[in-house]
């Protein structure tokens, strides 16, 4: 008989360890507490609109090489579109729209060339950028637990290059702001998309939802190897038996038995699924993990307001503006804006109204022709708990894949994977806990 092995949630993680696992024989269970797969990771369709609707944006890169095999594994890595070149587009009221774009240079030369580029920046910026050229070799660490503020300070980076071009960086890819994120985190992002060669820093967008880019295909995968995938089932307790996994009972009374336990769900959710005694005694940590938000702000207009994929927003609340009509390259246009706000904890508690409001100002503040526009319609998407708060302190809590229960692992993008939360982060963990396993 196959060893059995239930895993807890459906998203990235959960399902790229039960991908790996169905290939290797083994009996894959994955029970999701929601009607869908996906985790923090999925789309949906606007039921006013039929257009679909990511919970919130998300960007690849071309280092990200557990992701890339993932979805090549599935069939589905055409699905994603990668820039020839690195180019980010940046938009603020003094300087109009400036470009971040990295020529055909060894790395991490492109890099450095892409920052003199940039129009806001002065030539001092662009000098002490140099500064940063040993992190992008992969020589530097961060000598100690410092925030990204410090450690900019430390290189002497300016406030108008932090503000320009650090600070969305960061928030863009640490979910947090420079003053309390972790620099260990921003040096393993510079190292890996800057200094692994130029098709690393390359930026890659689905082109469909984020759903239709994996979970089907891995739903597919999985069973059409003899595994079973339960939605609405919701884990309500691990269960142990003299210090090993039994299995796995569901709200609603139905235990499911198991070799092995891989739990795939955020860290505040996997806490309520232990009794009291195993949390104080090996999972205490996970109270200690905070997380951060994210806001999407869908907006509909009754015209384009801009021809670029992404844009950075300097200067406004909202960081981002993505073009949902070029992203997905449709032919029937809708003009669908999905303006983005990350670490965005003090914003989860706005009614719609106030976040459309907000997103409104930003828009006829950088964009003149949104003035004329008549917005038609707009959908609201608050993560609460998107990722965990990449603080110097997180850097220490982040647990491993194997726990101290011999036959119970662990999988997210919140685990120590060396990476921050993201989703190359959450299937390296799922690859890492079913590699454990076999």
């Known amino acids: ?233 919701r884990a309500h307790k691990i269960l142990i038996r003299d210090d090993q996994v039994v299995g796995v009972e569901l709200t609603g009374g139905e235990i499911i038995n198991a070799d092995y336990v891989i739990s795939a769900v955020p860290p505040n959710v996997l806490f309520e699924m232990l009794d009291d005694d195993l949390r104080e005694k090996h999972f205490a940590y996970l109270a200690k993990l905070k997380s951060s938000a994210i806001v999407s702000i869908n907006l509909w207009f009754d015209r384009p307001l801009t021809d670029r994929q992404f844009i950075g927003l300097i200067g406004t609340e909202t960081q981002w503006l993505f073009n949902k009509d070029a992203i997905a390259l449709t032919t029937k246009p809708s003009n669908h804006l999905a303006l983005i706000i990350s670490a965005a904890n003090q914003y989860t508690n706005w009614t719609k109204h106030q976040l459309v409001e907000m997103a409104m100002r930003d828009l006829q503040a950088l964009i003149p022709q949104s003035h004329e526009a008549k917005l038609l319609h707009a959908t609201i998407v608050k993560e609460r708990e998107a990722t965990i708060a990449h603080t110097v302190e997180s850097d220490r809590l982040r647990p491993d894949a194997q726990t101290p229960i011999a036959n119970f692992f662990l999988a997210g993008d919140w685990t120590n994977t060396g990476f921050p939360a993201t989703i190359e982060s959450a299937v390296l963990s799922g690859n890492t806990a079913a590699q454990l396993i076999v």
Not at 31 to 47: I, K, M, Q, T, W
Not at 110 to 116: E, N
């Open 1 to 233: 008989m196959a060893k059995r092995v239930i895993i807890i949630g459906g998203g990235f993680a959960g399902l790229a360890a039960g991908v790996r696992l169905s290939e290797r024989g083994f009996e894959v269970v994955i029970v999701e507490r929601r009607n869908h797969l996906g985790g923090r990771a999925y789309s949906f369709r606007d039921p006013t609109t039929g257009d679909i609707v990511d919970n919130g944006q998300h960007l690849f890169m071309g280092c990200y090489h557990h992701t890339i095999a993932f979805l090549k594994k599935l069939g589905t890595l055409e699905k994603l579109k990668f820039q020839e070149r690195t180019r980010v587009d940046f938009l603020d009221a003094k300087n109009g729209l400036d470009s971040f774009a990295c020529p055909k240079l060894p790395a991490p030369l492109h890099v450095l060339a892409g920052l003199f580029k940039l129009k806001g920046l002065t030539i001092g910026d662009k000098l002490r950028a140099f500064n940063l050229s040993s992190t992008l070799r992969g020589k530097a660490t961060t000598n100690g637990a410092l925030t990204v503020a410090e450690w900019l300070k430390k290189l002497k980076q300016s406030a108008n290059i932090s503000k320009r071009f650090w600070t969305p960086l960061v928030v863009a890819t640490l979910n947090e702001s420079p003053d309390v994120a972790s620099a260990k985190m921003l040096i393993k992002v510079l190292q890996e998309a800057f200094g692994g060669g130029r098709a690393a820093s390359a930026i890659g967008i689905s082109s469909v939802g984020l759903s239709d880019l994996y979970t089907q295909d891995a739903k597919h995968f999985i069973e059409s190897r003899g595994g079973k995938i339960q939605v609405l089932a």
